[in-house]
Nanobody, 125 residues
Framework: QVQLVESGGGSVQAGGSLRLSCEAS????????RGWFRQAPGKEREFVAA????????YYADSVKGRFIISRNNAEVAIFLLMNSLKSEDTAVYYC??????????????????WGHGTQVTVSS
């Protein structure tokens, strides 16, 4: 079992930056992929970014490419999401996710087994 806890959300003006963190505990050595998803009011939860822990290869949704950076610490306990040039459409609850399985469809939330409770990000224009 793996437990995930997000932090770092808050309110920011458009154009600003925020850094989200997700700390993992439990059987962290079993994790293959970790990712970030978000859900805006009235919308489905969507993929934001993911990082493959075997080689730190990263994946991004087109909507955040060039603005967001996903990274990890060496202990593999935490991953981060640095969000730059924030827009009002980035307003959402951001969720951290993880899976032990070898997956290629990293955008599919159904492939992730573990989820955090989410952290709110609000961008005002």
């Amino acid at each position: 079992q793996v437990q995930l806890v997000e932090s770092g959300g808050g309110s920011v003006q458009a154009g600003g930056s925020l850094r989200l963190s997700c700390e993992a505990s439990g059987d962290i050595d079993s994790i293959y992929m970790r990712g970030w998803f978000r859900q805006a009011p009235g919308k489905e939860r969507e993929f934001v970014a993911a990082i493959r822990l075997t080689d730190s290869y990263t994946y991004y949704a087109d909507s955040v490419k060039g603005r967001f950076i996903i990274s990890r610490n060496n202990a593999e306990v935490a991953i981060f999401l640095l969000m730059n040039s924030l827009k009002s459409e980035d307003t959402a609850v951001y969720y951290c996710a993880a899976t032990e399985n070898f997956i290629t469809n990293y955008v599919d939330q159904g492939k992730y087994h573990y989820w955090g409770h989410g952290t709110q990000v609000t961008v005002s224009s």
